[in-house]
């Protein structure tokens, strides 16, 4: 043998024999590994996949049962199948598709990633109830949660849809009680908002129906919170003058009272509210005319917020009042008043207004009042005041003062003297016509003060000075507040 091994050429095949045997071992371990993957397959087990119902008919019918709701099922596939897919990848499915009310028994059908099969799912088939289904619209009612700030109320909600269409088997649908949102309004001191206020159905017992279907699901809800409200008679006031020749028969606003929202010392500092506003200069003719309520100082809202005044206009007719009494006001204790003109404390008056308010005019409707407030005993000229009722006007230039002897009450009158200005200073005479009826200033008048001027004014339109000199001024009497 040692003798062989010594030969070169037999030294040449040995190496060459071990050379081949290298290369081979080599070889094979570089493409076992590629081998072994490509051929590996690996099982994963799901113990509760979801069953999908599809294809139900959902505008005629609903699924209200089925049973299981879930299945085991065992994979097997390519290992990196296995670890490339994603869990929702895996799904059992049962088509409902053509099936209508009733119970049905269907076969499950697996939905698996490619490369994956299902080697077992257990159960196979499921059981499912199918019911005819109903949608009705109801209106969507706000319920608040909680109690505003204190002195604050609940005021009005709006809802961005105030229907909602709801869907349920039809055998469900009477006994739909109620579909509602809630607002929390716990401490609010103004409106609140929900721009997405989840709608929920209940039954009649007040449970939540919770397989009843909504559209839409969420509104947008807006819930008011107003402070403190008093309701207060509604006063009318005006701008502007009456067209040349023009005279109101009548005007009133289509309410007489109005809800005032404000703090409580805003209100209570209110006795009427002076909301409405009328151009007087735009009554050129009988109509009506739509205005929005004026929020005073510190309101927040008025109810109603706008109203509708009706008027009638007349062409201007006058009119003598022939003895209105004067009334003195003010009179010291101790003292006695005398009218010395005019003659008896008795004045004439020329009024103008619409010819149906003079028709009834007596010269009892109209009072006039001249202040002796802090005056001594002696003689003195005293300008008169004139109220008047509604929509009559004095008639510019007429002289408005009188003159007044005030002396020793426990005096003793002699012959001759004028008579005492005590209580109304004396009865007015009968109309030439004989009538002693009394016209009454609040049948069909606006039941509201006026002014005149173009300034705004509460006081009846007209009003002022009574002549150019300013010795004395005329007052409409109010009407209805």
């Known amino acids: 043998m040692d003798k062989w091994m010594s030969q070169p050429t037999a030294l040449k095949i040995v190496s060459v024999v071990i050379a081949v ?6 070889h094979l371990d570089q493409e076992a590994p590629a081998t072994t993957v490509t051929s590996s397959t690996d099982t994963k087990i799901f113990e509760a996949l979801q069953i999908r119902p599809e294809g139900l008919d959902e505008t ?8 299981p709701t879930s299945v085991r099922m ?6 990196s199948e296995l670890l490339t897919a994603d869990d929702s990848d895996y799904q059992v499915k049962a088509d409902l598709s053509g099936l209508g009310p009733g119970e049905h028994y269907l076969a499950l059908k697996a939905d698996l990633p490619n490369g994956v099969q299902a080697t077992e799912m257990s159960p196979s088939s499921v059981k499912v109830e199918i019911v005819e289904i109903e949608t009705k619209a109801f209106d969507v009612q706000v319920e608040t949660e909680g109690q505003p700030a204190e002195g604050y109320i609940v005021g009005d909600a709006t809802v961005s849809s105030p229907s909602v269409n709801v869907i349920l088997p039809k055998d469900e649908m009477p006994f739909v ?14 409106t609140v908002t929900d721009r997405k206020a989840k709608v929920v159905v209940y039954d009649t017992e007040g449970k939540e129906m919770t397989d009843a279907k909504v559209s839409p699901e969420t509104v947008e809800v807006q819930q008011s919170v107003l402070p403190p409200s008093k309701e207060l008679p509604l006063k009318i006031s005006y701008t502007g003058q009456l067209p040349e020749g023009v005279s109101i028969d009548s005007l009133y606003a289509s309410v007489d009272r109005v809800v005032v929202y404000a703090s409580r010392k805003v209100l209570d500092e209110m ?38 005044v009706t008027y009638k206009v007349d062409q201007a007719e006058e009119k003598t009042l022939s003895g209105v009494p004067i009334d003195a006001t003010g009179l010291e204790d101790g003292l ?22 003079l028709a009834g005019l007596q010269a009892s409707d109209v009072r006039v009042t001249a202040d002796l407030t802090g005056l001594a005993a002696g003689k003195h000229n005293v300008e008169l005041k004139v109220d008047l009722p509604s929509f009559v006007y004095l008639k510019e230039g007429q002289e408005l003062t009188a003159t007044v002897v005030l002396s020793d009450a426990s005096a003793t009158p002699t012959p001759g003297d004028s008579p005492p200005a005590t209580g109304t200073g004396g009865t007015a005479p009968p109309d030439s016509d004989g009538s002693t009826g009394v016209f009454d200033p609040d049948e069909g008048e606006a039941g509201n003060d006026g002014g005149s001027g173009s300034e705004e004014s ?3 339109p007209g009003n ?16 209805n507040e």
């Open 336 to 357: 006695k008043a005398e009218w010395e003109t005019p003659e008896a404390g008795l004045l004439d008056l020329t009024v103008s207004g619409s010819k149906e308010l």
């Open 177 to 190: 009680a109620a579909v509602k949102v809630k607002v929390n309004i716990d401490g609010a001191t103004g």
């Open 271 to 308: 006795d009427s509210y002076p909301g409405v506003v009328v151009d007087l200069s735009k009554l050129t003719e009988s109509g009506s005319m739509e205005v929005k309520l004026k929020l005073a100082d510190g309101v927040v809202k008025t109810e109603p917020s706008a109203v509708t």
């Open 60 to 67: 005629k019918y609903a699924l209200v049962g089925m049973e």
């Open 458 to 460: 509460s006081e009846e």
């Open 464 to 479: 002022g000075s009574a002549d150019d000199s300013g010795s004395g001024n005329a007052t409409n009497k109010p009407g």
């Open 74 to 79: 065992v994979v097997q596939g390519r290992r």
């Open 21 to 26: 045997m290298l290369w081979a071992v080599v």
